[in-house]
Antibody
């Protein structure tokens, strides 16, 4: 079973860019069988799908966030990354990276990382 | 991607059965067989427990079962156990490789 680990700053100032990286171990990220995704969860609230990327770099984003987000992949490092710009307090959440079996669901998750947007 | 509608809470006594509903539209639940459910314990990552409406990943007890009718999916937990107390989230494929999530249901074992 692969393992996913999120990393990045836990505190971001309003209007700046949130940047997170997910490192995958125990499996190659360069696989056509999976997509690699980001999901977030504001404190005390439900899950929100952010977007996904394939091994070839094809992306799909949540329409409500599309203007502010970018997901990229680095197969040489077995990592994929999330950038969310112009953040506000509403972007404060636990951010999870996860592996998606195509259209089946997210079967492997990282432990999650809390990102707080505050000055 | 519109959010799916779940009841905020559900409860049952040990040994009983509880069903959690998840209502969407013809653009998500009603249009695809790709409905999945996740279990999340406090301060833990979600865990996939049902996929493709009715299927269970290896290791998930058969006390968990899923179904779908029209635009509504359901998760049934039979023979409730204390460790089933958690938040449950439904998701559905919503086209163009996007996913819609439900707001979550907190299941309490009385």
């Amino acid at each position: 079973q692969p393992q996913l680990q999120e990393s990045g700053p836990g505190l971001v100032k309003p209007s700046e860019t949130l940047s997170l990286t997910c490192t995958v171990s125990g499996d190659s990220i360069d696989s056509r069988n999976y997509y690699w995704g980001w999901i977030r969860q504001p404190p005390g609230k439900g899950l929100e799908w952010i977007g996904i990327i394939s091994n070839s770099g094809s992306t799909q984003y949540n329409s409500s966030l599309r203007s502010r987000i970018s997901i990229s992949i680095d197969t040489s490092k077995n990592q994929f990354s999330l950038k969310l710009n112009s953040v506000t307090a509403a972007d404060t959440a636990v951010y999870y990276c996860a592996r998606e079996i195509m259209m089946v669901g997210f079967d492997v998750w990282g432990q999650g990382t809390l990102v707080t947007v505050s000055s | 991607q519109s959010a799916l509608t779940q009841p905020p809470s559900a409860s049952g006594s040990p040994g009983q059965s509880v069903t959690i509903s998840c209502t969407g539209s013809s653009s998500d639940i009603g249009g695809y067989v790709f409905v999945s459910w996740y279990q999340q314990h406090p301060n833990k990552a979600p865990k996939l427990i049902i996929y493709e409406v009715i299927k269970r990943p290896s290791g998930v007890p058969d006390r968990f079962s899923g179904s779908k009718s029209g635009n509504t999916a359901s998760l049934t937990v039979s023979g409730l156990q204390a460790e089933d107390e958690a938040n449950y989230y439904c998701t559905s494929y919503a086209g163009s490789h996007s996913w819609a999530f439900g707001g979550g249901t907190k299941l309490t074992v009385l």
